[in-house]
């Protein structure tokens, strides 16, 4: 699930206060009830 929504939202990895590698972030939303999308 990470892997599409870093697909559909980079920024959340990349840019902001989220200094995460996929692998990270991956652990940080599992089991997570939602998902916050981000575009400029």
Do not use: V
Request: charged share 20%; with cysteine; glycine share 4%.
């Amino acid at each position: 699930m990470s892997a599409e929504h870093f697909a559909f939202c980079p920024d959340n990895i990349w840019q902001g206060s989220s200094p995460y590698t996929l692998a990270a972030y991956a652990e940080r939303i599992t089991g997570a009830r939602r998902r916050d999308f981000w575009w400029d």
